[in-house]
Protein backbone atom coordinates (compact mmCIF):
# COMPACT_ATOMS: atom_id res chain seq x y z
CA UNK A 1 0.00 0.00 0.00
CA UNK A 2 1.27 3.38 -0.87
CA UNK A 3 0.16 7.30 -0.50
CA UNK A 4 1.49 9.76 1.75
CA UNK A 5 1.29 9.45 5.63
CA UNK A 6 -2.11 10.93 5.75
CA UNK A 7 -3.58 9.63 2.66
CA UNK A 8 -2.68 6.06 3.96
CA UNK A 9 -3.91 6.96 7.37
CA UNK A 10 -7.77 7.80 6.22
CA UNK A 11 -8.32 4.84 4.04
CA UNK A 12 -6.57 2.36 6.73
CA UNK A 13 -8.98 4.41 9.49
CA UNK A 14 -12.12 4.31 7.15
CA UNK A 15 -11.92 0.61 6.56
CA UNK A 16 -10.46 -0.54 10.12
CA UNK A 17 -13.71 -0.23 12.56
CA UNK A 18 -16.44 -2.17 11.27
CA UNK A 19 -14.37 -5.03 11.45
CA UNK A 20 -12.85 -4.60 15.51
CA UNK A 21 -16.34 -5.69 17.15
CA UNK A 22 -15.25 -9.66 17.16
CA UNK A 23 -11.75 -8.45 19.31
CA UNK A 24 -14.32 -6.34 21.79
CA UNK A 25 -13.09 -7.23 25.32
CA UNK A 26 -10.28 -9.63 24.12
CA UNK A 27 -6.38 -9.33 24.86
CA UNK A 28 -4.18 -8.13 23.01
CA UNK A 29 -0.08 -7.79 24.21
CA UNK A 30 1.65 -4.88 23.40
CA UNK A 31 5.45 -4.56 23.26
CA UNK A 32 6.99 -1.61 23.76
CA UNK A 33 4.44 0.52 24.64
CA UNK A 34 5.72 3.29 26.67
CA UNK A 35 5.51 5.81 23.81
CA UNK A 36 5.59 6.30 20.19
CA UNK A 37 4.43 3.75 18.04
CA UNK A 38 3.31 1.21 20.96
CA UNK A 39 1.70 3.74 23.13
CA UNK A 40 -0.53 4.87 19.82
CA UNK A 41 -1.66 1.12 19.06
CA UNK A 42 -2.41 0.30 22.95
CA UNK A 43 -4.25 3.39 23.09
CA UNK A 44 -6.24 2.54 19.22
CA UNK A 45 -7.09 -0.67 20.62
CA UNK A 46 -8.27 0.02 23.83
CA UNK A 47 -10.88 2.89 22.04
CA UNK A 48 -11.87 -0.36 20.56
CA UNK A 49 -12.73 -1.93 23.57
CA UNK A 50 -9.62 -4.63 23.85
CA UNK A 51 -8.31 -5.40 26.62
CA UNK A 52 -4.25 -4.53 26.05
CA UNK A 53 -1.60 -5.62 28.05
CA UNK A 54 1.16 -2.64 27.62
CA UNK A 55 4.64 -3.82 28.92
CA UNK A 56 8.54 -1.55 28.51
CA UNK A 57 11.24 -1.66 30.86
CA UNK A 58 9.57 1.51 33.01
CA UNK A 59 5.80 1.01 32.80
CA UNK A 60 5.34 5.27 33.97
CA UNK A 61 4.15 6.33 30.91
CA UNK A 62 2.32 3.63 30.71
CA UNK A 63 0.23 3.98 33.55
CA UNK A 64 -0.27 7.46 32.52
CA UNK A 65 -1.81 6.21 28.94
CA UNK A 66 -3.78 3.69 31.12
CA UNK A 67 -5.27 6.83 33.27
CA UNK A 68 -5.95 8.77 30.13
CA UNK A 69 -7.69 5.88 28.59
CA UNK A 70 -9.71 5.52 31.79
CA UNK A 71 -10.44 9.24 31.92
CA UNK A 72 -11.95 9.15 28.46
CA UNK A 73 -13.92 6.70 28.93
CA UNK A 74 -12.67 4.51 26.60
CA UNK A 75 -14.53 0.53 26.06
CA UNK A 76 -11.00 -1.25 26.78
CA UNK A 77 -8.40 -0.95 29.59
CA UNK A 78 -4.97 -0.69 29.52
CA UNK A 79 -2.72 -3.08 31.70
CA UNK A 80 0.53 -2.25 32.35
CA UNK A 81 3.69 -4.62 32.73
CA UNK A 82 6.95 -4.29 33.70
CA UNK A 83 8.68 -5.92 31.38
CA UNK A 84 12.45 -6.06 29.96
CA UNK A 85 12.30 -7.47 26.00
CA UNK A 86 16.16 -8.74 26.57
CA UNK A 87 15.38 -10.95 29.40
CA UNK A 88 13.66 -14.63 28.41
CA UNK A 89 12.84 -14.83 32.49
CA UNK A 90 11.11 -11.30 32.31
CA UNK A 91 8.91 -12.73 28.77
CA UNK A 92 7.81 -15.83 30.68
CA UNK A 93 7.30 -14.04 33.61
CA UNK A 94 4.72 -11.83 31.56
CA UNK A 95 3.01 -14.21 29.93
CA UNK A 96 2.43 -16.39 33.14
CA UNK A 97 1.10 -13.42 34.87
CA UNK A 98 -1.59 -13.02 31.40
CA UNK A 99 -2.25 -16.09 31.82
CA UNK A 100 -3.22 -16.28 35.24
CA UNK A 101 -5.22 -13.44 35.27
CA UNK A 102 -6.78 -12.69 31.87
CA UNK A 103 -6.52 -16.27 30.59
CA UNK A 104 -4.49 -15.61 27.55
CA UNK A 105 -3.32 -13.56 24.49
CA UNK A 106 -5.28 -13.31 21.32
CA UNK A 107 -3.04 -10.57 19.37
CA UNK A 108 0.61 -9.81 19.83
CA UNK A 109 1.75 -7.27 18.68
CA UNK A 110 6.05 -7.49 18.74
CA UNK A 111 6.34 -3.27 18.24
CA UNK A 112 9.46 -3.11 20.86
CA UNK A 113 12.58 -2.47 19.02
CA UNK A 114 16.18 -0.81 19.89
CA UNK A 115 18.60 0.66 17.42
CA UNK A 116 22.38 1.60 18.58
CA UNK A 117 24.95 3.41 16.62
CA UNK A 118 27.02 0.51 16.43
CA UNK A 119 29.31 0.13 13.02
CA UNK A 120 29.53 -2.93 11.55
CA UNK A 121 33.64 -2.00 11.52
CA UNK A 122 34.09 -0.69 14.70
CA UNK A 123 30.67 -1.22 16.81
CA UNK A 124 30.37 -2.50 20.49
CA UNK A 125 29.34 -6.24 20.78
CA UNK A 126 27.59 -5.15 23.92
CA UNK A 127 25.76 -2.93 21.73
CA UNK A 128 24.90 -5.98 18.83
CA UNK A 129 24.15 -7.90 21.40
CA UNK A 130 21.34 -5.84 22.96
CA UNK A 131 19.91 -4.63 19.51
CA UNK A 132 19.54 -9.06 18.82
CA UNK A 133 17.99 -9.76 22.00
CA UNK A 134 15.52 -7.23 21.73
CA UNK A 135 14.60 -7.15 18.15
CA UNK A 136 15.29 -10.78 17.40
CA UNK A 137 14.60 -12.73 20.43
CA UNK A 138 12.68 -10.67 21.98
CA UNK A 139 10.79 -10.84 19.13
CA UNK A 140 10.69 -14.28 18.77
CA UNK A 141 10.21 -15.36 22.24
CA UNK A 142 7.12 -13.40 22.77
CA UNK A 143 5.73 -15.12 19.31
CA UNK A 144 6.32 -18.49 20.03
CA UNK A 145 4.32 -18.17 23.42
CA UNK A 146 1.85 -16.15 22.29
CA UNK A 147 1.23 -19.18 19.90
CA UNK A 148 1.30 -21.61 22.74
CA UNK A 149 -1.03 -19.28 25.10
CA UNK A 150 -3.58 -19.55 21.42
CA UNK A 151 -3.22 -23.16 20.71
CA UNK A 152 -3.91 -24.19 24.69
CA UNK A 153 -7.26 -22.49 24.79
CA UNK A 154 -8.11 -23.35 21.15
CA UNK A 155 -8.07 -19.69 19.93
CA UNK A 156 -7.90 -20.21 15.87
CA UNK A 157 -8.35 -16.57 15.18
CA UNK A 158 -5.77 -14.82 16.67
CA UNK A 159 -3.02 -12.48 15.16
CA UNK A 160 0.53 -11.82 15.79
CA UNK A 161 1.91 -8.57 14.16
CA UNK A 162 5.26 -7.86 13.83
CA UNK A 163 6.20 -3.85 13.77
CA UNK A 164 9.19 -3.66 11.49
CA UNK A 165 11.01 -0.81 9.42
CA UNK A 166 11.87 0.17 6.25
CA UNK A 167 15.66 -0.84 7.15
CA UNK A 168 14.68 -3.96 7.19
CA UNK A 169 13.98 -4.20 3.39
CA UNK A 170 17.00 -2.19 2.25
CA UNK A 171 20.38 -1.17 3.68
CA UNK A 172 21.05 2.48 3.92
CA UNK A 173 24.27 4.26 3.20
CA UNK A 174 24.41 5.27 7.12
CA UNK A 175 26.90 2.75 8.37
CA UNK A 176 25.39 4.06 11.85
CA UNK A 177 22.28 1.42 10.89
CA UNK A 178 23.71 -1.56 9.06
CA UNK A 179 23.52 -3.81 12.38
CA UNK A 180 20.52 -2.51 12.87
CA UNK A 181 19.38 -3.42 9.70
CA UNK A 182 20.16 -6.77 10.08
CA UNK A 183 17.96 -7.53 12.74
CA UNK A 184 14.67 -5.54 11.34
CA UNK A 185 15.59 -8.06 7.62
CA UNK A 186 15.57 -11.06 10.51
CA UNK A 187 12.22 -9.68 11.45
CA UNK A 188 10.65 -9.70 7.63
CA UNK A 189 12.54 -13.22 7.14
CA UNK A 190 10.80 -14.17 10.75
CA UNK A 191 7.65 -13.44 9.79
CA UNK A 192 7.75 -15.22 6.34
CA UNK A 193 8.50 -17.81 8.36
CA UNK A 194 6.24 -17.98 10.70
CA UNK A 195 3.19 -17.58 8.41
CA UNK A 196 4.78 -20.79 6.36
CA UNK A 197 4.56 -22.91 9.94
CA UNK A 198 0.98 -21.49 10.78
CA UNK A 199 0.17 -22.70 6.99
CA UNK A 200 2.00 -26.27 8.37
CA UNK A 201 0.19 -26.45 11.30
CA UNK A 202 -3.24 -25.51 9.88
CA UNK A 203 -4.38 -22.75 11.84
CA UNK A 204 -6.20 -19.57 11.12
CA UNK A 205 -3.92 -17.87 13.52
CA UNK A 206 -2.22 -15.25 11.26
CA UNK A 207 0.94 -13.00 11.22
CA UNK A 208 1.46 -9.63 9.52
CA UNK A 209 4.19 -7.90 9.24
CA UNK A 210 4.21 -4.27 9.25
CA UNK A 211 6.52 -0.95 8.96
CA UNK A 212 6.23 2.09 11.54
CA UNK A 213 4.64 4.25 9.60
CA UNK A 214 0.64 5.12 10.53
CA UNK A 215 0.78 1.61 12.20
CA UNK A 216 -1.95 2.13 14.19
CA UNK A 217 -4.29 2.43 11.70
CA UNK A 218 -2.78 -0.04 9.65
CA UNK A 219 -2.50 -2.37 13.16
CA UNK A 220 -6.80 -1.86 13.13
CA UNK A 221 -7.38 -2.31 9.47
CA UNK A 222 -5.44 -5.94 9.77
CA UNK A 223 -7.33 -6.85 12.74
CA UNK A 224 -10.93 -5.85 11.18
CA UNK A 225 -10.12 -8.03 7.88
CA UNK A 226 -12.54 -10.87 7.59
CA UNK A 227 -10.58 -14.26 9.67
CA UNK A 228 -10.00 -15.63 6.15
CA UNK A 229 -8.11 -12.74 4.81
CA UNK A 230 -4.60 -13.26 5.47
CA UNK A 231 -2.62 -10.04 5.07
CA UNK A 232 0.78 -10.71 4.95
CA UNK A 233 3.03 -7.11 4.83
CA UNK A 234 1.83 -3.75 4.24
CA UNK A 235 4.88 -1.46 3.09
CA UNK A 236 4.19 2.92 3.52
CA UNK A 237 6.45 4.52 2.15
CA UNK A 238 5.96 8.13 2.82
CA UNK A 239 8.61 11.18 1.78
CA UNK A 240 10.86 11.02 4.56
CA UNK A 241 11.90 7.55 5.64
CA UNK A 242 12.20 6.84 10.12
CA UNK A 243 13.20 3.44 12.18
Known amino acids: MSGSRGEVG?????????????????????TGASG???AAVARALVQQGLKVVGCARTVGNIEELAAE????????????????????????????????QH?????????????????????????WKDMFNVNVLGLSICTREAYQSMKERKVDDGHII????????QVSPHSVIHFYSATKY????????????LR???????????????????VLYVLSTPPHVQIGDIQMRPTEQVI
Not at 186 to 197: H, I, K, P, S, Y
Open 162 to 169: NINSMYGH
Open 186 to 197: AVTALTEGLRQE
Open 200 to 218: EAQTHIRATCLKPEDVAEA
Open 36 to 38: GIG
Open 69 to 100: CKSAGYPGTLIPHRCDLSSEEDILSMFSAVRS
Open 10 to 30: ARLGATATAGMERWRDRLALV
Open 103 to 127: SGVDICINNAGLARPDTLLSGSTSG
